[in-house]
């Protein structure tokens, strides 16, 4: 999780040299600071956690910080698809920043296809307001993350995943 959470990092940081909108870029790099810090701290926390063994405080201080990885790693692709929509400068010669511009501009050229599908087919109401339902989500950068409700005493505080899924299964 935390070299994941390093990859979102520089990801963000590549899309903040790159975006033309200032206050964009400022909410992308400062997104992707409290996302450096809080991967710092969740890999500080798993090398404590190794040593000193298995205790509940370490397990329920580890689960804290990965959850707050997780909400920084959203508010990065927040302000990333901010950074898409306001539009991207040119890329620099680094195959990394044409790599993550090509990826933004693929996803932009999405949210565009959906959104003119939308308007062409929208279906309305007596009222003429646009009916949710059967309406498909726009293209976003995050894959959905269900939020889980805080665990209670009679549950599990660490489930074994099914046979052929992981622990990053859930989380990604």
Known sequence: MVSDGQLVVKFGNILAKHCL??????????????????????????????????????????????????????????????????????PSADPEAEEVAAFCQQWREKLTQHRAKEALNSDRDELGLRKTRGAKAEPTLMYPVQEQPPQSRNTPKHPSPRKGHTVMDRHL
Not at 34 to 54: C, F
């Open 21 to 90: 909108d200032q206050r964009c870029s400022t909410e992308l790099l400062r997104a992707t600071e409290n996302t450096q810090s809080i991967s710092s701290q969740l890999g500080i926390v798993a090398r404590v956690k190794a040593v000193t063994g298995e205790s509940k405080a370490s397990s329920e201080l580890l689960l804290s910080n990965v959850q707050n990885l997780i909400q920084a790693v959203q508010h990065v692709l927040r302000a990333a698809e901010a950074a898409c929509v306001k539009g991207l400068g040119k």
